[in-house]
């Protein structure tokens, strides 16, 4: 049986890994539109800071020791699931048995849909390359960044200890859609300390990169234009389905899946950022495009390819800023009842409806992090205990606690 896998990112590589870590045999193909090994996407800020190849994660060996047919600069550009091939851009036809889609996203907003060469961004290694290049090679010494999200936060901290001078046009508040704003706003403190300038009220629907046929400068909202040797979109993500188009495959934002992770074509399934699933709290359709929900859902995938039935138990909302020197961990929604501490540089703030957690904002101290997940996860009912939730050491007490009563596992 020939399982073909279309992407080469943290959800391809888990399919082809799990597979192979329970003794499947089919022969894998896996295509990667990209030159390079396997990679990470989050490994790249540490890449491109120490120059240790830490984003081949699993080893540029990979595909060889796992005995997968990799492909590098392969992309598919059709897909038949009728007569099950994928067509590639080279004018190569690959039939398969088994599809899985695990293309990822790209980079996308709105109002820039399509973006200017001149334009840089950090969403795939390849883009990171062209990006860092200019900077290695000594052409850019200033940056502006369009968007300051999860990713536009990490490559202006990047970039600014490259000794590169960063200006970051801010929506209304940085990580808007992961922070609440107090939270959000001791970020933004962070990183102006860092040495990075910052502009708010100029999201990417508010702006436009100027400059024919290359962009040389951002117009911001005030109708000024403030140009950067580097211009850089740090905007939305956008599943990568174009070559979908007339498949029959069913597409929404993402490609639509069932709980068991399979689109409407019995032999084809999405995992990943390309995937839209739901989300575990909500049940609402959603692409939380983080990497543990990529690997999760990979692992679900290859046990159904497996044939073991395994439905898949929802998306998570979850991520955490590494490189600002100030720890953040932000997991779950931002609604309902608030608790709260702050002192000392420290903010932590729970977010409870009907006495369970729905999330919670972890800033300056991340302990106990676990323990809360545990219990949102589980849907503990921790009103006996609230009073407690932000007490120091709330953590260690529960794990004694849980080990007693049993009553949650993480
Ligand atoms: C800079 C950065 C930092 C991040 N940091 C974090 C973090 O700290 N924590 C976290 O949880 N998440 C983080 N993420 C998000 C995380 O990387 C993604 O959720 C994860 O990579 C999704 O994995 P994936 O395999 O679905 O997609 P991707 O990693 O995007 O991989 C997609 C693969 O598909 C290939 N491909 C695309 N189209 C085609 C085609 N037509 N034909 C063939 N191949 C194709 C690509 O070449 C690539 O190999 C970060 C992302 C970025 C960009």
């Keep these: 049986m020939r399982i073909l896998i279309i992407g080469a990112g943290p959800a391809g590589v888990t399919v ?46 990979f595909p060889e020791r796992l005995h997968v047919d990799y492909r590098q600069g392969a992309e598919a550009v059709a897909v038949d699931p009728e ?5 590639l851009v080279d004018g190569e036809t690959i039939p398969y048995d088994r599809l899985v889609l695990a293309s990822g996203g790209r980079l996308y ?48 901290l990047l970039l600014r200890r490259l000794g590169v001078e960063v200006t970051q046009l801010v929506r209304s508040r940085v990580m808007r859609e992961m922070l609440d704003p107090e939270t959000s706003e001791m970020v933004l403190h962070t990183i102006e300390r860092e040495g990075i300038k910052t502009q708010r009220g100029n999201d990417a629907d508010a702006v436009a990169f100027v400059g024919e046929p290359q962009a040389e400068a951002v117009e911001v909202r005030s109708g000024d234009v403030v140009s950067a040797d580097l211009l850089v979109a740090a905007t939305g993500l956008r599943p990568n389905i174009e070559f979908l188009e007339g498949s029959g495959i069913e597409t929404d934002w993402g490609v639509l899946v069932d709980d068991h992770l ?102 300056g101290d991340v302990s106990g992090a676990g323990i809360y997940r545990s219990l949102m996860n589980k849907q503990v009912d921790v009103g006996p205990f609230k009073h407690r939730l932000l007490q120091r050491g709330f953590g260690m007490g529960m794990i004694e606690e849980r080990a007693r009563t049993s009553l949650f596992v993480v």
């Design 109 to 156: 907003a709105a109002r820039l849909e399509e973006f200017k060469p001149g334009v840089y961004n950090f969403k795939s290694l390849t883009a990171a390359e062209e990006l860092l290049g200019r900077v290695t090679r000594g052409e850019a010494r200033s940056a502006l960044i369009v968007g300051a999200g999860f990713i536009g936060v990490e490559i202006a």
């Design 262 to 363: 399979g689109t409407n074509y019995p032999n084809v399934y999405a995992v990943g950022d390309v995937a839209e699933t739901f989300d575990r709290f909500t049940g609402e359709r959603y692409v939380h495009a983080i990497f543990p929900n990529a690997v999760a859902q990979a692992q679900c995938a290859a046990h159904n390819l497996l044939g073991w039935d395994v439905a898949y138990e929802g998306a998570e909302s979850m991520n955490s800023l590494k490189h600002l020197g100030l720890p953040v961990m932000a997991v779950g929604r931002m609604e309902g009842e608030e608790l709260r501490v702050r002192r000392n540089g420290v903010l932590r703030k729970l977010y409870l409806q009907d006495d369970r957690i729905v999330g919670f904002r972890l800033t």
């Design 16 to 61: 082809a890994e799990t597979l192979r870590l329970q003794g499947d045999q089919s022969e894998i193909v896996m295509l990667s539109s990209e030159p390079f090994p396997p990679y990470s996407p989050p490994a790249m800020v540490e890449y491109f800071r120490t120059g240790r190849p830490v984003h081949f994660w699993k080893g540029e060996d």
């Design 83 to 87: 007569a099950q091939t994928v067509c």
